[in-house]
C-alpha cells in the first residue's frame, strides 16, 4: 500500500532531468538516493531547459548536469576554478551552470517558490558552482516569500 501511494505521488509530480547524452537511471550508481526511478521529462540544452519551465511552469524537482555540449567536456578545468573560469569564457554552448542562473532569475523575477534540486554533475566546479547559484536562490526567495 505505501508503494502504492508513493507510486501515485511520483505520477503528480513534475520532474526535470537535464543532461546532454544520460537519462535518470544512469545516475543511480553515484547518487545515494532512490529519487532516479522513473517519471523525469528529459531535457538536453539550455534551449530545452527554459522552454520546459516557461511552457510547463517551475517543476517539483530539477536535476541538473553541468557539461551538456562536446566542449565543456576538459577534464583539465575539472581541476581548478580558476582553469574553468579561463575555459567557460569561451564556451559557445550554455552549460547546467547557466540553466542553474536562468532559473534563479526565473523564480526571482515571477515569485515562485525554488524547486527541490539535485546535481549529477561529475565535473566538481560545475557540480559546485551549480550548488552556489543553488544556495544564493534558497537564500533570497527565504527573504522574499
Known amino acids: ?11 503528480k509530480m513534475k520532474r526535470l532531468f537535464l543532461d546532454d547524452v544520460r537519462i ?9 538516493d532512490d529519487v532516479y526511478e522513473e517519471n523525469w521529462d528529459i531535457v538536453r540544452t539550455y534551449e530545452e531547459f527554459t522552454n520546459y ?13 553541468h557539461d551538456l555540449a562536446d566542449e565543456h567536456y576538459d577534464p583539465s578545468m575539472y581541476l581548478s576554478s580558476s582553469i574553468y573560469g579561463e575555459k567557460y569564457d569561451s564556451f559557445k554552448e550554455k552549460t547546467g551552470y547557466d540553466c542553474a542562473k536562468w532559473l534563479a532569475d526565473y523564480c526571482i523575477n515571477n515569485v515562485i517558490p ?32
Open 1 to 11: 500500500m505505501v508503494e502504492l501511494i508513493k507510486k501515485r505521488k511520483l505520477d
Open 24 to 32: 535518470p537511471k544512469d545516475c543511480l550508481s553515484y547518487m545515494k
Open 53 to 65: 519551465i516557461v511552457k510547463n511552469g517551475v517543476p517539483d524537482e530539477i536535476s541538473f548536469d
Open 114 to 145: 525554488m524547486p527541490k534540486c539535485y546535481v549529477h554533475s561529475m565535473n566538481p566546479v560545475g557540480r559546485d558552482n551549480i550548488w552556489g547559484v543553488l544556495n544564493s536562490l534558497k537564500k533570497i526567495l527565504d527573504k522574499v516569500m
